[in-house]
């Protein structure tokens, strides 16, 4: 959801206006666009850390924005971002308005549908968290509890027990929790609300381990419950049908992968490598 040589972001009004309207774009269309106007434009999150987030300097920072950065160095163009919301940018049919989307997004069945998914790029662990006050000490205290979760995520997925993730390399898992009532949030932080108090308005909340850890890091009053739930595979996303783009980005993830830059960007953001399945 970002963009401009890595730094500044565009609205709607900037956004490359679309040459075909329907479900897939022409082979080569979206990657023509992007070596003729020499800029890339990926769509990602704004308030995700540490994947993606704004800076002091109200510039995007972050593992995503990083991974974007360096694919467009290695496509010999400059990147614009922008951030048009989960549901947007999972939905497909993007008209030429952005060409990718690096968002930490998982390659379900479902999106595979309206969406091309070039490359893995890391892996990452799913889990609950809790208020620190939480009288709950293992996973199946939760059952029939209140919990959050981000709208159309894998983490509201899981909740429903409709989670298929069929990405190569990724561990099987089973469903560990049924909850009595699952809260969808978006644009109000699900974290914040957990730290209202134990069973305020929520009784857990389902993120990644990453963003956990991030939340307690800034001080807010949660912990993590239990072990991993899952792991997630997170790939580039582009829209349906251009295979000259879709070759293109998964020969530079692959790149990436071999040369230890992925690994590298991982550790500086997550604190260790999530290129694999360890």
Known sequence: MFKNTGKAIIGAALFVSASVAGLSVQAGEALDAIMKNKTLVVGSNSDYRPNAFMG?????????????????????????????????????????????????????????????????????????????????????????????????STYHKYLEHKLEIDAVGAPSFEYAVTPGEIKLYSDINEFDELSLGDGVRLDALAQSVPVIQQAMKKGLPIKQLGDPIFYEPLAIAIDKGDKELNDKLAAIVDEMKNDGTLAELSKKWHGADLVSVK
């Open 56 to 152: 002091d300097d109200n510039q995007l920072q972050g593992f995503d924005i990083d991974v974007s950065k360096e694919i467009a160095k290695r496509l010999g163009v400059d990147v614009q971002f922008v951030t048009p919301g989960w549901e947007v940018m999972t939905a497909g049919r993007w008209h030429g308005r952005w060409h990718m989307v690096v968002g930490s997004m998982t390659p379900t069945k479902a999106r595979a549908q309206v969406l091309d998914f070039p490359a893995v790029y890391y892996y990452t662990p799913a889990a609950f968290a809790v208020h620190k006050n939480s009288k709950a000490t293992s996973l199946a205290d939760l059952n029939g509890k209140v919990i959050g979760v981000v709208g159309s």
